[in-house]
């Protein structure tokens, strides 16, 4: 089974921020990464499929990257509504979804 | 407006069994693929099952012949029936959309809460 982690687990910012979040594979899953938004007693939302293709309807200061193993998603300058936690997903070997363990991100 | 609204969700007791319905409107359940995720309370996402337009079916090993995911095309409605429940499986349940070709999830229901305790 393929493991994801993330890194860090958790972080403060302020708002204007440049956020940078890394996800992990154990191993490689090419391109087939995702990353979810979640806040608190809400659905996840996509961000970002196939490791760098935005979401129809997501703001562009979302981005994501990476191949292989090793996975970033970065907020261009944070935003009030982009606290949240973020969780990466890897759809290389399905069925088996596989969710990262998130990261949240909160106000410095 | 494509959506998904889940129901079904309570209170059950360890061994007892719930059925969760997911509702979708704006598109055509059997034409793609769906699969069911959940969280446990304060806990990450994880993946439960799948059905594909062709009708195969798969799970996680944590729900493997207990749970069984399934649809009905003409009240296009997903179901997740869920039998020998065990305190572990108390979890918001989500019902969620693949899009196509990419095997992500872009259209998520609102959630349902099971809690299995005695």
């Known amino acids: 089974d393929i493991q994801m982690t993330q890194s860090p687990s958790s972080l403060s910012a302020s708002v204007g921020d440049r956020v940078t979040i890394t996800c992990r594979a154990s191993q490689s899953i090419s391109s087939y990464l995702n990353w979810y938004q979640q806040k608190p007693g809400k659905a996840p939302k996509l961000l970002i499929y196939a490791a760098s293709s935005l979401q129809s309807g997501v703001p562009s200061r979302f981005s994501g990257s990476g191949s292989g193993t090793d996975f970033t998603l970065t907020i261009s300058s944070l935003q009030p509504e982009d606290f949240a936690t973020y969780y990466c997903?890897?759809?290389?070997?399905?069925?088996?979804?596989?969710f990262g363990p998130g990261t949240k991100v909160d106000i410095k | 407006e494509v959506q998904l609204v889940e129901s079904g969700g309570g209170l059950v007791q360890p061994g007892g069994s719930l059925r969760l319905s997911c509702a979708a409107s704006g598109f055509t359940v059997s034409s793609n693929y769906m699969s069911w995720v959940r969280q446990a309370p304060g806990k990450g996402l994880e993946w439960v099952s799948v059905?594909?337009?062709?009708?195969?079916?798969y799970y996680a090993d944590s729900v493997k012949g207990r749970f069984t995911i399934s649809r009905h095309n003409s009240k296009n409605t997903l179901y997740l029936q869920m039998n020998s429940l065990r305190a572990e499986d108390t979890a918001v349940y989500y019902c969620?959309?693949?899009?196509?070709?990419?095997?992500?999830?872009?259209?998520w229901g609102q959630g349902t809460m099971v809690t299995v305790s005695s």
């Open positions: 059905i594909y337009s062709g009708g195969s079916t």
């Open positions: 997903q890897q759809s290389y070997s399905t069925p088996g979804f596989t």
């Open positions: 969620a959309r693949d899009k196509v070709g990419f095997d992500a999830f872009d259209i």
